[in-house]
């Protein structure tokens, strides 16, 4: 029965956040409409802190671990997660939709036919290139998410559920990103849209692969939710926050806080709706 919730609610978060993501884009002729990709990263962030401090790792530390190497664990989880990062594996990329600054210079110097071949043919290569890091990158980190999940799934349901509405929360606007950079390197959007649910597939694995790992050490559970909430953290607060430290106006900081407290109210009521049922 675990294993069934695990495997659905992976295939929900990774292969749905796509179809979430490419259908708020369709919504808006392509491109995600007015300032929702902004609101969608406050809803995430609100969405993964309140799931890291509020659930998993109480839970970790209602186990028998102790606090101080509880303690050890998040902290070398963010150090984990920091290191991915750097190596290209964990960054989720919402800017991927910003135009290069190089095709500026191209645009400006347009006059001059063979370095316009050359730039051009550059271009190119620089975005079919970049498809495949993101397709790389995407998969390392769908197959994070679901070991993730399917720990949190192995301590209790409705801490499973809870994680995976996170997960699909903040990787929305991440398969924009994702989904923009192949439609530029690639005639064909059908196939980009294939080739990231094929990433988010990956999710899926991640969990199949977490149910086995983690029942293998059930001892070990406590440390891997505090490894989970790491993630949730060091994404929250290294990746979707930086990305909101703009200079808006009042009514826009408004809308902004308040979208991520719609986060954190999002995952209160799942978790009151899974305890309930």
Excluded at 102 to 112: G, L, Q, R, S
Excluded at 118 to 136: I, K, M, N, P, Y
Excluded at 172 to 177: D, I, L, N
Excluded at 243 to 259: I, M, Y
Aim: aromatic share 6%; net charge negative; with cysteine.
């Amino acid at each position: 029965m675990t294993l069934v919730a695990i495997i659905l609610a992976t295939l929900a978060a990774g292969i749905g956040s796509v179809w979430v993501a490419a259908l708020l884009m369709g919504l808006g002729g392509n491109r995600a409409p007015g300032m929702m990709p902004q609101r969608l990263l406050s809803l995430a962030a609100g969405a993964l802190l309140a799931t890291a401090f509020m659930h998993l790792l109480p839970e970790a530390f209602e186990s028998e671990a102790g606090a101080h190497d509880l303690f050890v664990t998040l902290l070398v989880g963010l150090v984990f997660f920091f290191l991915l990062s750097k190596a290209e594996l964990w960054h989720h990329g919402h800017e991927h939709g910003a135009p290069p600054a190089h095709e500026h210079d191209h645009h400006e110097h347009h006059d001059h036919q063979g370095h316009a071949h050359d730039h051009s043919h550059d271009h190119h290569h620089g975005h079919r290139h970049g498809g495949w890091a993101v397709l790389t990158g995407d998969s390392v980190h769908c197959f994070g998410d679901g070991v993730l999940i399917a720990s949190a799934f192995m301590a209790d349901m409705r801490l499973g559920l809870i994680a995976a509405v996170s997960v699909l929360a903040h990787e929305v606007p991440h398969h924009m990103g994702d989904i923009v950079v192949l439609r530029q390197s690639s005639s064909n959007r059908r196939v980009a849209l294939i080739k990231v649910s094929m990433a988010g597939a990956v999710t899926t694995l991640g969990g199949i692969g977490g149910y086995f790992l983690v029942g293998q050490l059930q001892e070990l559970l406590p440390y891997f939710l505090a490894v989970a909430s790491s993630s949730f953290i060091y994404v929250a607060l290294a990746d979707l926050i930086p990305q909101l430290q703009k200079r808006l106006s009042a009514r826009e900081t408004v809308a902004q806080v308040g979208w991520l407290m719609l986060g954190i109210v999002l995952v209160t009521v799942v978790s009151r709706a899974a305890h309930a049922h």
